[in-house]
């Protein structure tokens, strides 16, 4: 059992490699790179744990629980649920399911609600890292909001400001840290 066997959608679920993928995205190569996002919604972790910090924990918690092969975790997915849940030294709560990659057979996602994330849907996110992106960060007026979601991102647009409280906050949680 290593970091090796988790399966781990980095660009889904956690804040700090979000945004180091951030810096090499443009305009034109905006969309593609988002389509990984899907439709639905996510947790996002916006703790300090790097991604090394929290596979490291992970796999040491499996370990000392004695599921260090994969049979071993499957058996044990299988007598409770299907998934486990831990909780990381900040607090943070992460859910363990089974992977369908080969040899990844840990799909580790945070937990909803935890402590350190934020819920969020698809096409928020895609609006936010759009935004980044296009303007910087900087908070688009409806107009340049409804173009991007509409031209760049092929969404539909919002009606007011007033509904993007949401948008407005993951867009922050994307800045700060």
Not at 19 to 27: I, K, M
Not at 106 to 117: D, E, I, K, N, T
Not at 126 to 151: F, W, Y
Request: overall charge negative; hydrophobic content about 40%; charged content about 25%.
């Amino acid at each position: 059992m290593n970091a090796d066997n988790i399966l781990f959608n980095a660009l889904k679920h956690h804040r700090g490699f979000i945004r180091r993928q951030l810096t090499d995205v443009t305009e034109q190569t905006l969309p593609e790179r988002l389509k990984v996002l899907g439709n639905s919604q996510m947790d996002i972790y916006y703790g300090l744990l790097d991604l090394p910090d929290i596979f490291r924990e992970v796999t040491d918690q499996l370990i000392a629980a004695g599921l260090s092969d994969e049979a071993g975790y499957l058996q044990h997915l299988k007598d409770h649920g299907g998934y486990i849940e831990i909780t990381l030294s900040d607090s943070s709560r992460w859910i363990l399911l089974h992977g369908i990659e080969p040899g990844r057979y840990v799909h580790l996602h945070p937990a909803r609600y935890s402590p350190h994330s934020i819920r969020v849907k698809a096409t928020v996110l895609k609006t936010a890292l759009a935004c980044m992106v296009i303007l910087e960060g900087r908070q688009p007026d409806l107009a340049v909001l409804n173009h991007i979601r509409q031209s760049v991102l092929e969404l539909s647009p919002v009606k007011d400001l007033e509904q993007c409280e949401h948008l407005w906050k993951v867009m922050k949680m994307l800045e700060a840290g």
